[in-house]
């Protein structure tokens, strides 16, 4: 048995004592990010901090470590043997950290605490309001919210990044994750709003599959769901460009570029007289849901299970915005192009 100290305390047999005076926390939360984001730089924006800083946590960890612990493959880096057995250790020493964080704000209650929330592309045009809404109720949670693709997000939820995600389709091919249906999703057709197919019913997808298309990047859900369609009829859509964003499409769009496929919670802020018009296309819209997503048996914080909550009882408020949305924009689609063409020229010159 082994001899008590004069405090009456046993310290276990593997105590770290040289880890533990020469690394820091700080280091290993450096060292993760690194690994994670596969990148020095976007390490470096994400903790934000200065690349040199960076530069300088990696190469006292690896003093300490006694080991380098990246090597550079062209502009890349990549973990050595060492650095890959270091990064298990430090996310299990972090994910400890974040529990043990997680049950003091739980013993504080839902006065304070931390959400961290992940969502798809196209959520960020009303998470940020429905975030502002939770936080009107709970003014002391700190919101952490991180917008990404659906590869990235299956990444981050394999990873246990966050504690909630919002997506737009379900992940099916991943048993271990619990989804919710949280509020509906409708894609629609979008061209400039002086183009000649504006106001024309019920446009047959073959017309469409004749205009230029711009596509979201690969890996986005809205571009799979656009393929699918025009698969499912036989048609191969004429591609012109792909862009990483909505924005970057809804410019495009409005630019003459051609023709595309987007969720029409973008279009809230242009509201139904924007440059961009819906087109009355057969199939469309595709109706999709939201969902709130998590990985199956995660222990959840008190402010993540309230917001869960929050979220889903407000469900029937958003699905009654979002349908008394498209009739508008069906209307205004109606319009046809030639007067909306001088709309759009006023705008221009002004």
């Known amino acids: ?55 300088m946590q990696i190469k006292k960890l690896a003093d300490a470590v006694g080991l380098p612990l990246f090597e550079h493959v062209g502009r890349n880096v990549r973990p050595t043997e060492a ?71 299956i990444e981050r939820i394999n990873a246990n990044e966050d504690d909630l995600y919002i997506m737009g ?3 099916s091919e ?31 997808l073959a017309r469409i599959a004749e205009e230029p298309i711009i596509l979201r990047e690969p890996g986005s859900g809205i571009r799979d769901t656009m393929l699918k369609v025009f698969d499912e009829h036989g048609l191969k859509p004429k591609v012109r460009m792909e862009l990483g964003s909505n924005e970057a499409i809804k410019h495009a769009i409005v630019g003459g570029l051609g023709l595309s496929v987007l969720s029409l919670h973008t279009l809230t802020l242009e509201g139904i007289d924007g440059p961009v018009a819906m087109l009355d296309v057969e199939g469309f819209p595709i109706v999709r849901q939201w969902f709130i997503v998590h990985p199956r048996g995660k222990e959840h914080s008190v402010v993540a299970q309230e917001f869960l909550r929050f979220a889903l009882e407000i469900e029937p408020r958003m699905r009654q915005r979002v349908e008394a949305m498209l009739p508008s924009y069906k209307k205004s689609a109606s319009k046809g192009g030639r007067v909306t063409k001088k709309k759009v020229a006023r705008r221009r010159r002004h």
């Open 1 to 55: 048995m082994s001899p008590l100290n004069d405090q009456g305390y046993t310290p276990p047999a593997a105590m770290p004592d040289y880890l533990i005076r020469h690394a820091t926390l700080r280091q290993f939360q450096v060292f993760e990010a690194i690994v994670r984001l596969g990148s020095f730089t976007r390490a470096a924006e994400e903790l934000f901090l200065t690349q040199p800083t960076v530069s």
């Open 83 to 153: 650095g890959l057995e270091l990064y298990e250790s430090v996310r299990r020493i972090l994910e400890t950290l974040a529990n043990l964080e997680m049950k003091m704000n739980d013993l504080k209650g839902i006065r304070t605490g931390r959400l961290r929330l992940c969502v798809i592309t196209t959520a960020k045009y009303f998470a940020p309001e429905l975030l502002g809404e939770f936080c009107n109720e709970y003014p002391g949670i700190e919101v952490a919210l991180k917008v990404t693709n659906r590869d990235r997000i």
């Open 169 to 171: 389709q379900a992940p």
């Open 174 to 204: 991943q048993t271990h994750i619990v989804a919710f249906p949280f509020a509906p999703n409708p894609l629609v057709m979008l061209a400039p709003r002086g183009h000649s197919l504006v106001g024309q019913k019920n446009i047959p």
